[in-house]
């Protein structure tokens, strides 16, 4: 069973497309799919939710007719929405905490929508304000009607496995819940690192877990083609999901590095953006990542020997997705600038990040990717929030508030830091795997639409180009879902 109503209304994104594509693979192999689609199964839907006071429903008309599209004539188990008045009922009076942590009949209700409360409001706190709880109450609402109509199509069908987009979106998150309850394989998928490519897994796609052979190493020709991607990337070319974070990058300016030498020593801190869905595995050691970087404005007070270097991410910025709560807000909150040994670059600031790294002592991050390429680069990193490559022993990240407290300081401290040479190793070897071996490429039958970043429309191509003797991306998906699998690419395979 595929379920992805999150992935689009009226277009195509590139998470429809895999989905699409896929459950075309599978059904040319002989293998019964279905798929739930919604009709108006929602009173708020995540893409299609209006955040205005009164709110607008959802474009049901021309999602279902892209929904018509895309499925045709094929096994559907349409869902619309059931409304429950005992449900309402037990919302009513209820404020945001009590809202967001609702448990209804054994389903963890108010945990399942949080993460799309939070994405769609572009927010990690949310403010009990009058259209923040209308649009909490409506997921609520949808989610615990979209669970009963999901319960019962499984009771339907039967299936042997579901596939869900990204998992975090309420929801395709209540029915991996329903599904997993049940003790049914639920896998998920999100974009790859790599353009046009898909990343799927039997955890959780959002968190990226990847666990490398341990006696994986990089050839010749695997190093020599990790560097021509790390040169690319170095120079700000890099794309994911359709989106260019980077329409250039300047390097250092003069007066930074007259500013730099004043100091014994730059810290360059990374941060994340605050509602993407993969913050809730990352807030491991720190409740959120402002607390983390309140944390190092405290370090900054007790070492004015030392430049911080604050880099908000570009992504805070993109338009029509820009967060309502930013790292510049909480720097102009804390009055930052003012501060003698803290500079704060904007995220609509084209800084060299990684001339940054090379000037620098050592790298503080939360879970941001760029600690990889920190460790490639030679510098020491230490992580704040969990990330998909914590377990790959490339960057430092301690097991507890406390020891990070304590290895910070020592940092700090240290006139000098010695890096573990295996960091720098591992970490080439992790992003290696995650490009090449964990990002399935969907080029062969996918291409931008021209119109909206991250949408597409498919090429023209054989059905036989489906089958997973012909495609190592489909060959990859088939083998995770009907044989146990792990999604990767073979060394070799394009």
């Known amino acids: 069973m595929f379920f992805d109503a999150s992935t689009r209304l009226s277009g195509v994104s590139l998470n429809a497309?895999?989905?699409?594509?896929?459950?075309?693979s599978l059904s040319l192999q002989g293998v019964p799919v279905v798929h739930f689609v919604c009709q108006r199964g929602m009173t708020q839907c995540v893409l299609g939710t209006d955040r205005s006071p009164a709110g607008k429903n959802p474009p049901c008309q021309s999602c279902m007719a892209q929904s018509r599209a895309l499925f045709?004539?094929?096994?559907?188990?349409?869902?619309?929405?059931?409304?429950?008045?005992?449900?309402?009922?037990?919302?009513?009076?209820?404020?945001?905490?009590?809202?967001?942590?609702?448990?209804y009949q054994g389903v963890p209700l108010g945990s399942l929508v949080l993460p799309s409360v939070r994405w769609i409001l572009r927010r990690h706190h949310l403010e009990g304000d009058a259209p923040t709880l209308r649009i909490l109450r409506e997921y609520l609402r949808s989610a615990w009607s979209l669970q009963r109509n999901f319960a019962a199509a499984l009771d339907e069908t039967k299936p042997q496995a579901v596939v869900v987009f990204n998992g975090m979106q309420y929801p395709e998150a209540t029915a991996r819940w329903t599904a997993r309850q049940r003790g049914l394989p639920v896998y998920s998928h999100e974009v790859g690192l790599r353009p046009l490519s898909a990343f799927f897994t039997a955890g959780d796609a959002t968190a990226y877990p990847l666990t490398?052979?341990?006696?994986?190493?990089?050839?010749?020709e695997q190093n020599s083609r990790l560097d021509q991607y790390l040169s690319r990337r170095f120079q700000g070319d890099?794309?994911?999901?359709?989106?260019?974070?980077?329409?250039?990058?300047?390097?250092?300016?003069?007066?930074?590095?007259?500013?730099?030498?004043?100091?014994?020593?730059?810290?360059?801190?990374?941060?994340?953006?605050?509602?993407?869905?993969?913050?809730?595995h990352a807030n491991v050691l720190f409740e959120d990542m402002f607390v983390w970087l309140d944390e190092i404005l405290q370090?900054?007070?007790?070492?004015?020997?030392?430049?911080?270097?604050?880099?908000?991410?570009?992504?805070?910025?993109?338009?029509?997705?820009?967060?309502?709560?930013?790292?510049?807000h909480w720097a102009e909150s804390r009055r930052v600038q003012s501060l003698p040994n803290v500079r704060f670059i904007p995220p609509t600031e084209f800084f060299s990040s990684y001339d940054l790294i090379r000037l620098s002592k050592l790298v503080l991050i939360y879970n941001s990717t760029i600690g990889l390429e920190a460790s490639i680069l030679g510098r020491p990193v230490l992580a704040a929030g969990k990330s998909r490559f914590s377990s790959a022993d490339a960057v430092l990240f301690p097991s507890s508030r406390q020891s990070y407290q304590s290895q910070l300081e020592s940092f700090l401290s240290a006139a000098e830091i010695q890096v573990p040479p295996r960091f720098a190793e591992n970490a080439r070897r992790f992003l290696y795997w995650q490009l090449?071996?964990?990002?399935?490429?969907?080029?062969?039958?996918?291409?931008?639409?021209?119109?909206?970043?991250?949408?597409?429309?498919?090429?023209?191509?054989?059905?036989?180009?489906?089958?997973?003797?012909?495609?190592?991306?489909?060959?990859?998906?088939?083998?995770?879902?009907?044989?146990?699998?792990?999604?990767?690419?073979?060394?070799?395979?394009?």
């Open 238 to 280: 890099f794309h994911m999901a359709g989106v260019q974070f980077w329409p250039e990058m300047s390097q250092l300016d003069p007066e930074f590095v007259r500013l730099s030498r004043q100091f014994t020593a730059v810290v360059p801190v990374f941060t994340n953006v605050i509602f993407d869905t993969s913050q809730p």
């Open 212 to 220: 490398l052979p341990q006696d994986f190493k990089l050839d010749a």
């Open 436 to 494: 090449y071996r964990s990002s399935l490429n969907f080029a062969a039958f996918l291409e931008p639409d021209g119109l909206w970043p991250g949408y597409v429309r498919l090429k023209d191509f054989g059905w036989q180009q489906l089958l997973p003797e012909n495609s190592a991306a489909l060959r990859a998906i088939s083998d995770g879902i009907l044989r146990g699998g792990d999604f990767m690419l073979r060394e070799g395979e394009e």
């Open 72 to 103: 045709g004539d094929e096994a559907q188990i349409p869902f619309e929405f059931q409304p429950s008045d005992e449900f309402d009922q037990a919302l009513t009076g209820l404020d945001l905490d009590e809202l967001s942590s609702l448990e």
């Open 17 to 24: 497309g895999f989905a699409r594509l896929s459950s075309w």
């Open 299 to 328: 370090a900054a007070a007790r070492h004015p020997e030392v430049l911080f270097v604050i880099r908000a991410h570009p992504d805070e910025a993109r338009k029509g997705k820009a967060s309502e709560e930013t790292v510049s």
